[in-house]
């Protein structure tokens, strides 16, 4: 399975987009990218995903490099509700879905 | 719906002592995860279940059994509990079929002293 890289944590200003990097150079064909948040202690929350193309919905963008061996995830408009760990994490199968250390970003006002 | 629902949130046991920690979901998934959560680290899966009557370890199965005798309910077992497993666990439900995406529960924080 493929391993993620993420930076350790990120600062954002409130109301700047946040962008978070994630490498997964190991990727293979089938593995989508899967993005994940955790608020506090809450459980995980899904955000996000996708395969070649870039994907949008009303939480956030995934920008997938050409050759799917990096990704970035783009909250456009960062709140101090966005500040948690965000997980970055390939996806071959739904039934062994892990999380890594993740990006803990903090949103400032 | 409620969701996935998860007792008891809070937990503290004994060197050896047994537990179950409880997990239902009202959304009809057939698929539902154990996680755990050690602190300052990520997700690690447990044990997982495609459906009522099967069930497959994770990444870290040891000292735990689960069981899904429904398809709302998927409580895990713990055996001997030891200081190792004090963690906090999550469980999780999905769509087969479905975008990957998991909904989880608020999570049991479990002590084991």
């Known amino acids: 399975d493929a391993k993620t890289t993420q930076p350790p944590s990120m600062d954002c200003a409130e109301g700047r987009a946040a962008n978070l990097p994630c490498n997964h150079s190991?990727?293979?064909?089938?593995?989508?990218v899967y993005w994940y948040r955790q608020i506090h202690s809450q459980g995980p929350q899904y955000i996000i995903h996708?395969?070649?193309n870039n994907e949008t919905n009303e939480m956030a963008s995934l920008i997938i490099t050409e050759d799917r061996k990096s990704s970035t995830l783009i909250l456009p408009h960062a709140t101090l509700r966005d500040t948690a760990v965000y997980y970055c994490?390939?996806?071959?199968?739904?039934?062994?879905?892990?999380f890594g250390g993740g990006t803990r970003l903090m949103v400032k006002p | 719906n409620a969701g996935v629902t998860q007792t008891p949130k809070f937990r503290i046991l004994k060197i050896g002592q047994s537990m179950t920690l409880q997990c239902a979901q009202d959304?009809?998934?057939?698929?539902m995860y154990w996680y755990r959560q050690d602190p300052g680290m990520g997700l690690k899966l447990i044990y997982y279940?495609?459906?009522?009557?099967?069930?497959d370890k994770g990444e870290v199965p040891n000292g735990y059994n689960v069981s899904r005798s429904t398809t709302e309910d998927f409580p895990l077992r713990l055996e001997l509990a030891a200081p190792s497993q004090t963690s906090v666990y999550f469980c999780?439900?999905?769509?087969?079929?479905?975008?990957?995406?998991?909904?989880f529960g608020e999570g049991s924080r479990l002590t084991v002293l």
């Open positions: 999780a439900s999905s769509y087969p079929s479905g975008n990957g995406e998991l909904f």
């Open positions: 994490t390939p996806l071959k199968k739904v039934d062994m879905l892990t």
């Open positions: 279940s495609v459906g009522a009557g099967i069930t």
């Open positions: 996708g395969l070649k």
């Open positions: 959304m009809n998934h057939n698929y």
């Open positions: 190991t990727i293979s064909g089938n593995e989508y």
